[in-house]
């Protein structure tokens, strides 16, 4: 598999299937943990290697080792032949090694066109050549077949389409080994098919590509071969027509994939919440009824209308129209404040801006809602403060070394618990769950489904969020369809096909670029 | 965010405790130097004086720390003093009653904290623009009341008060540990002491939790107004009169002691304690540098280098290495 020291010039093109970066016993320690131990793995020029594995299992640990990020405790990385120090991410992009990561890492303020010249601004006596970059960076996007401006602030583009023009820019560096961490997360699927484009694109240049993911679908649609991560060991790297999904999935977590959709159907109880005609910044016109015992999915793209619709059920945006009705009665949920005190609790889309204060402890963050409840007027019982925390802990089997850890110490799994686990003790009855598996592995996905049949169990009711669709297709009780703001058909459980609910989401119009909300 | 584990950082508690004894071993390393150094540093008077030079600041440093824990600043602190030492002073002139000219002072410093959760919350004003904007009309309204003159107060019993002691310790002193102890209860111990850090990580995450955001910001500047009200009440009883011009640069001071005590302008780190010793430190180096007749601007000079060093180093333990 090596390549002897074979004096290469960098701009020389590879020739497909040659190694062009290979790993030997590449080793990281931390401070009492083994996050990755020795790994040896060859990388081929052009080909799409994907990476998978669960949080925690190193792979994040491996891109930051190979965009040097972190320093390696030991083990050697030998690229196009030569031992590379990769000291510094300076030093793994003049190599060629760029990455594109699942949060869109740009500056939101500047222009799309200043984003892709970032730190390589063409100026011409130290003055911008401001038109020169927007036309250029535009016959880059769309050379690239992304139908997105380029003159336009990066922040009015969504999530996903900021995410193509992070990969984008990637392209443009004489990139030679690119990184593309769970990429698809925040992507609709024409997004997605968008980026894959783009992906092949650059293998047939002879780029190779990194792909980590934790959607087995993606991983069979694109790579070529796939290496298994488990607890910081390398388990295997197959080819991909010579494995298959059950394989992968008992590679990763040493459990059968049947497990992972755990449904517990029960009978429903007394109606919980009922929307009728709801209209608002966003949606218009929906009713549904969500019951005890009853997990009411509502599927649909982003920017479709549903966490604008479950907000203003929860009181963060008004209402323009229409009635809430919670047990039978209409009321008036003009805050957050009156949403909890209701009985609901809300565990957002985003655990980074809506869900978690990361810099503050686990404990903090698990008993927030619940501080009235631990406290006898102002003060806290620091006794019951403790212990509801390290219950919650232990419950939810969060990975954490102490409630006083804080809480961005902790693996994006291990953070949605908490985002979860802070309602449990707070006694809501229904639970709003907005896409609470995106960038969760396949064990983490489990436990959290395995608690949304406690909840059940216990007569709440659930709203589930999700823009992946075996999730809601295997779990909700109801199934809504959102298309553009507008609930467009109901389903009961597996009652229809993928195909027929994907067309009613995605319709036959495209989505037009910077189009949010 | 990644999504790796990342080994844990070291129990938070923990963390601020040591900060507390780094600080406190510096400011005795100081206090042992200095009484070394100069034979008057360590007489009763001197201490004395310390205690009194060093509270003001201190309990200004306690408000401004409940704003900088919520991500905001208060510039207006030291406006708010001088413009308190003029209504103070008013008020006992025209015959009211000192216990009430001081509840009246306390009230108005209310009144500006309030406005300032006001124009942050209600008009979306950033924290540095509002109370910068009163920092400068505060002055110029304690002027206009005063026609530019100083107000002498006409009441010894209201002055001999700072100037007295009890147990041998300076009254202003105990006046440090009449707001620091509650302080320290209120942000340690109480359900919005927790807020106001929630807030200051993130108020997004506190408002879907319950929290009601609008509600912790207006109570941090009224807490820092109220400080800064009462700091007005000290300052007037300590030099007798009532001058709108006074506490020039206080604010710079308040914040300096509550981030050389460990308090993260990016908000949701901090302590009571931290400030409180933060205030002291800056007290000390003023005192005997004064004491070592160096040269006053030299004192400046050196409280912008330790700042810068203290910042640092507590930057580079937080980061773990």
New interface residues.
Partial sequence: MTSTAQELHPALTLEPGRTILELKGLEKR????H?LKPVNLAFKASEIHAIVGE???????LI?LLTGVMPRTSGDVIWEGKPAALATPHEAMALGINAVH??VVLCRHLTVAANMFLGEEDSRFGILQQRAMVREAQKIIDDLGFDLPAHVVLGDLTIGQQQLIAAARATVRGTKFLIFD?PTAYLTRKEADQLFTLIRRLKGEGVTIIYISHRMEEVFELADRVSVLRDGTLVGTRNIAETNDAELVKMMINRSIEQVYHKEHFTPGATLLEARNLSGKGFENVSMTVRAGEIVGLYGLIGAGRSEFVTTL?G?HRKSAGQILWEGKEVQVNS??DA?RLGMA?A?ES???????????VG?NL???I??RI?SN???S?AQEKTEADRQIANLRI????R???AS???????QKIVIG?WLAHGAKLFIFDEPTV?V?VGTKAEIYRLFGELLSKGAGIILISSYLPEVYELADTLHVFRRGKLVATHGFRTANHEDILNQALAEKQEKPGGQI | ?????????R????YNALFGLTLLALLVLLWIILSVATPSFASANNISNLLRQGSMIAILAVGQTFVIITGGIDLSVGAVVGFATVIVAMLINAGVPVFLAILVTLLVGVAIGMFHGFGIVRMGLPPFIITLATLTSLRGIGLLMTNGNSISINNDAFQLFSRSSFLGVPNLFWMVILVGIPAY??LH????G??L??VG??A?????????VQRTIYMAYTLSGLCAAFVGVLLASRIGIGNPTQAEGWELQAIASSVIGGTSLFG??GSVHGPLLGAFILATINNGANLLNVNAFWQRIITGVLIIVIVYFDGLRRRGK
């Fill in positions: 931390y401070p009492g943990t996050a949080n925690g299992a190193g792979k994040s640990t930051k699942q949060e769970e929860y963060r957050e404040h909890i809300l957002p655990r980074r801006d809506q869900g978690l204060c990361l810099n503050l402890p903090l008993n927030l809602p501080y009235k406290s102002l003060l806290i620091s990975k954490t070394p102490t006083n850890a804080l110490s902790l693996s994006g799994g291990n953070q802070r960038g592995d | 965010m990644s999504t790796e584990a990342i080994p844990a950082e129990p938070k508690r923990n209860i209120f111990h109480s359900r919005w927790r807020y850090f929630s990580s993130n997004e995450a506190s408002r879907l939790s319950g929290v009601n949701a780190v």
